[in-house]
Structures are given as structure tokens and as C-alpha cells.
């Protein structure tokens, strides 16, 4: 039975059960620190029902799911099929750094054994055209071998003439196979010009030499021309105290009475050499060159007969 009091107390009145009251009365979960759920327990694998070593897996909240059976041997097998395929990519991956480190030495190789024949073709021309210029022994050909051979080559070709401007050569070192070419520059090794004109030549000069620079059109031009015997004894001088010694002079200057220039009969050209050989082959000019380690200088035809 309820009571009630007067005066505004609290009533203490017990509440009928109902259905509402059950409803709010139902335990809720509990809630961790932060508001979230708690975590799902994982499901705890269990005996199977016969004893055996296998193990049945269920989880709490569905009874009606078929039992997984786990067997020991099939999952030591996994883990060994797993550890087969990691030594198998472990040896691919160490056979293809061998394989890729091999070609990669190979290749510094051949790259250095090119590098070495470049080097014994460089040195041979060179060498080859030093030996066709003023100072050589007009054999180009014997020094281009020789030099291959000092930078561990073979000589396999030269295209070298005493007296050529211009030298090619093939050396060959192992397997590997360079060409080089050198370029020798005869107006820088030229004498510096004596005369301004051609006086003092002999006629049949002058006129071949007239013909030769017109033809040019300004690529050739006089160097030297006719020498008085002072003139030549002051070059022979000066030639002597640079190389120290008469027979080395005498490969530089001709000695006073002895040159072609003092009797008219030789010219020194400048400018294109090369064009100025071909342009008297063509113009068909009384003009050669008698002298190998000077291919500026030229002369009649019949000066030295």
C-alpha cells in the first residue's frame, strides 16, 4: 500500500513492475576509458571431442558454425613450404648479382683495353708525323711501329710518306682496335720570311712562283727567296748556337755557298702547303721538293742536275 505525507515530503512509493521498468532496468555493456567498446576476445581453441591431436576452433557467439580442424603436420608444412620459396628467392637474387657483376667487369675490361690502344695509336701518329717534319729522319713508318710496340700495340696500318703533313695510323692492342691521325702545321716550322719579294730569283722561278700564288688567291705566299751569302752565314749561325752543333744545324740551314736560296734557285712557301702542291700538279710548274724534313721548300726541277 502506498502512504503519502503532507507538506511537500518525498513520496516513497514502490513502482509496479511493467514492462518500461524492464526495459530500463536491462544491463548495458560496460564502456573502457574513452568511450570505446571493449575488444572481442579471440576464440580459444579447444580438444576435439575425440581425443585426438587436432583442435577444434568455435567461436562463442555462433554454435551453429562447422569446426575448423587444425593439424599440426599440415601447419609445419606451411611454415617449411614458406622458408623453400624465401633460400629459393635468396639464391635467384644471389645468382643474378653474380651474373650482372661479371658482365659489369667485362665491360670495364674491354673499356680499359680500348683506352690503352687509343693511347698506342695517339703516341704512333704523333711520333709519325714528328719524324716527317724538319727535325725526322724521313722514316715515319719505322717510328710509328715503334712507338705501338712501346704502348703494348701492334701497328696495322699507317698511311705515312717522308716529308706528309699529315699521318694516319691503326694500332691494334688485344682485342681492341684505335685510329688516330696528326696534323703538322709547316707554317709554324717555317724560317721567318728574308726578302720581301722575289728579286734575285731565277726567271724560270719567278715566273712558276708568279703563276703558283696567283692561282692560290691568297692561301700560299713567299717566305724566303733568294739569300746574299751574308744573309745565309748570319742563318747558319744562328742555327748553330740553337742546336749546339754543325751536323744538326746543317739539318735546319744549308751552309753559306751551299744553298739553292744563294744561287736563286729555291723559295720557301707559306700558307697551305697542301693546296700549293696541288695547284703545281695541276698548273704542271717546274717546282718539287728535294728535301723531306722541309716541305715548305721548293725548287726547279732541274736546280740539282
Same mark, same amino acid.
Request: proline share 7%.
Given at each position: 500500500?502506498?502512504?503519502?505525507?503532507?507538506?511537500?515530503?518525498?513520496?516513497?512509493? #514502490?513502482? /509496479?513492475? &511493467? !514492462?518500461?521498468? *524492464? $526495459? @530500463?532496468?536491462?544491463? +548495458?555493456? =560496460? #564502456?573502457? /576509458?574513452? &568511450? !570505446?567498446?571493449? *575488444? $572481442? @576476445?579471440?576464440?580459444? +581453441?579447444? =580438444?576435439?571431442?575425440?581425443?585426438?591431436?587436432?583442435?577444434?576452433? @568455435?567461436?562463442?557467439?555462433?554454435?551453429?558454425?562447422?569446426?575448423?580442424?587444425?593439424?599440426?603436420?599440415?601447419?609445419?608444412?606451411?611454415?617449411?613450404?614458406?622458408?623453400?620459396?624465401?633460400?629459393?628467392?635468396?639464391?635467384?637474387?644471389?645468382?643474378?648479382?653474380?651474373?650482372?657483376?661479371?658482365?659489369?667487369?667485362?665491360?670495364?675490361?674491354?673499356?680499359?683495353?680500348?683506352?690503352?690502344?687509343?693511347?698506342?695509336?695517339?703516341?704512333?701518329?704523333?711520333?709519325?708525323?714528328?719524324?716527317?717534319?724538319?727535325?725526322?729522319?724521313?722514316?715515319?713508318?719505322?717510328?710509328?711501329?715503334?712507338?705501338?710496340?712501346?704502348?703494348?700495340?701492334?701497328?696495322?696500318?699507317?698511311?705515312?710518306?717522308?716529308?706528309?703533313?699529315?699521318?694516319?695510323?691503326?694500332?691494334?692492342?688485344?682485342?681492341?682496335?684505335?685510329?688516330?691521325?696528326?696534323?703538322?702545321?709547316?707554317?709554324?716550322?717555317?724560317?721567318?720570311?728574308?726578302?720581301?719579294?722575289?728579286?734575285?730569283?731565277?726567271?724560270?722561278?719567278?715566273?712558276?712562283?708568279?703563276?703558283?700564288?696567283?692561282?692560290?688567291?691568297?692561301?700560299?705566299?713567299?717566305?724566303?727567296?733568294?739569300?746574299?751569302?751574308?744573309?745565309?752565314?748570319?742563318?747558319?749561325?744562328?742555327?748553330?748556337?740553337?742546336?749546339?752543333?754543325?751536323?744538326?744545324?746543317?739539318?735546319?740551314?744549308?751552309?753559306?755557298?751551299?744553298?739553292?736560296?744563294?744561287?736563286?734557285?729555291?723559295?720557301?712557301?707559306?700558307?697551305?702547303?697542301?693546296?700549293?702542291?696541288?695547284?703545281?700538279?695541276?698548273?704542271?710548274?717546274?717546282?718539287?721538293?728535294?728535301?723531306?724534313?722541309?716541305?715548305?721548300?721548293?725548287?726547279?726541277?732541274?736546280?740539282?742536275?
Amino acid at each position: 500500500m502506498a502512504r503519502s505525507t503532507r507538506g511537500g515530503a518525498h513520496c516513497r512509493c #514502490r513502482p /509496479r513492475p &511493467g !514492462r518500461g521498468w *524492464e $526495459r @530500463r532496468q536491462k544491463p +548495458r555493456p =560496460r #564502456r573502457c /576509458r574513452g &568511450g !570505446r567498446h571493449p *575488444e $572481442r @576476445r579471440r576464440p580459444q +581453441r579447444r =580438444r576435439a571431442p575425440d581425443g585426438s591431436s587436432q583442435f577444434a576452433a @568455435r567461436r562463442a557467439d555462433s554454435a551453429d558454425r562447422p569446426v575448423v580442424q587444425l593439424d599440426r603436420a599440415s601447419c609445419r608444412r606451411h611454415y617449411e613450404d614458406r622458408g623453400s620459396v624465401s633460400v629459393l628467392l635468396t639464391s635467384v637474387t644471389v645468382a643474378l648479382a653474380l651474373i650482372f657483376g661479371g658482365y659489369a667487369s667485362r665491360l670495364s675490361a674491354a673499356a680499359t683495353l680500348q683506352a690503352r690502344a687509343q693511347l698506342a695509336a695517339d703516341a704512333a701518329s704523333l711520333a709519325a708525323v714528328a719524324e716527317s717534319g724538319p727535325y725526322g729522319g724521313a722514316s715515319p713508318e719505322a717510328v710509328a711501329r715503334r712507338f705501338a710496340r712501346s704502348n703494348g700495340g701492334h701497328l696495322l696500318r699507317c698511311w705515312c710518306e717522308p716529308g706528309a703533313t699529315s699521318v694516319q695510323v691503326v694500332v691494334e692492342v688485344g682485342d681492341a682496335v684505335a685510329e688516330a691521325r696528326a696534323v703538322l702545321d709547316p707554317a709554324a716550322l717555317a724560317p721567318a720570311p728574308t726578302t720581301s719579294g722575289a728579286g734575285g730569283l731565277h726567271p724560270l722561278l719567278e715566273s712558276a712562283l708568279e703563276r703558283l700564288i696567283d692561282a692560290a688567291g691568297g692561301s700560299v705566299w713567299l717566305n724566303s727567296g733568294y739569300r746574299s751569302t751574308e744573309r745565309q752565314t748570319e742563318l747558319w749561325r744562328q742555327a748553330l748556337a740553337k742546336y749546339g752543333s754543325p751536323e744538326r744545324a746543317d739539318d735546319w740551314v744549308a751552309r753559306p755557298g751551299e744553298s739553292m736560296h744563294g744561287r736563286g734557285l729555291a723559295v720557301d712557301l707559306g700558307g697551305d702547303i697542301a693546296a700549293a702542291v696541288r695547284l703545281i700538279a695541276r698548273l704542271h710548274l717546274p717546282l718539287h721538293r728535294p728535301l723531306p724534313n722541309e716541305p715548305w721548300h721548293f725548287e726547279l726541277i732541274s736546280a740539282r742536275r
